[in-house]
């Protein structure tokens, strides 16, 4: 009898110690301020949507696309992208673009394999250019594959949205190295703070 009430008195205990814990993290996850000792944290949620569109000249004719891939290419060819971004938190935003998530393959699955066995990605020879419509920050001819930042300082106001044109060129001294390559970008980082 002595060792069941001292089992239930355990249980009560334990649950009692679980039960504060959740309530407390339940109370810090749920405000919007946090006092630390004696400092106070305002806690606020960013929100912001993004779309990918192509075009083919850079101007007219922005279509959705959900990736962005380049295969059979030629020196000199240019594709032409932009990335919208949309504030729809309840806070001015300070807004970076990354690009990760690089895929290398070959173009044609019949075509010669030789330069993707021998470990070539065409972000080697691809130039990276970018402007946006929130600030005057450029890239101009950056070598995708040592790119850190595709955009950085994007400042973007409630309700707002701002644009980043970027376009991605195949170097003119890109040579036989690199024929039958593919490169697919299926993942762009957006982060973004409160302002």
């Known amino acids: 009898m002595l060792k069941r009430k001292m089992?239930?008195?355990?249980?009560?205990l334990t649950s009692a110690v679980l039960l504060f814990i959740g309530v407390s993290f339940a109370w810090l996850t749920l405000t919007d301020i946090v006092h630390l000792?004696?400092?106070?944290?305002?806690?606020?949620?960013?929100?912001?949507?993004?779309?990918?569109?192509?075009?083919?000249?850079?101007?007219?004719?922005?279509?959705?696309?959900?990736?962005i891939s380049i295969a059979g290419a030629v020196p000199g060819d240019t594709f032409y992208y932009r990335l919208v971004?949309?504030?729809?938190?309840?806070?001015?935003?300070d807004t970076q673009v990354s690009f990760i998530g690089f895929t290398n393959s070959?173009?044609?699955i019949l075509g010669d394999d030789a330069n993707f066995l021998a470990g070539r990605s065409l972000a080697s020879v691809i130039?990276?250019?970018m402007?946006?419509?929130?600030?005057?920050?450029?890239?101009?001819?950056?070598?995708?594959?040592?790119?850190?930042?595709?955009a950085q300082h994007i400042d973007i106001a409630v309700s707002d949205s701002e644009t980043v044109y970027?376009?991605?060129?195949?170097?003119?001294?890109?040579?036989?190295d690199y024929q039958n390559l593919k490169l697919t970008i299926d993942m762009i980082s957006i982060s973004s703070i409160g302002q």
Request: net charge negative.
């Open 131 to 150: 402007t946006n419509t929130a600030n005057t920050d450029t890239i101009t001819d950056e070598p995708l594959a040592t790119l850190t930042l595709a």
């Open 37 to 67: 000792g004696g400092t106070e944290v305002a806690v606020n949620d960013v929100e912001a949507t993004a779309v990918l569109q192509a075009s083919e000249d850079g101007i007219t004719g922005w279509a959705d696309v959900s990736a």
């Open 7 to 12: 089992s239930l008195s355990i249980v009560a």
């Open 85 to 93: 971004i949309t504030n729809v938190g309840a806070l001015p935003i």
């Open 106 to 108: 070959v173009a044609d």
């Open 166 to 176: 970027f376009s991605l060129t195949i170097a003119e001294t890109m040579g036989n």
């Open 127 to 129: 130039l990276y250019s």
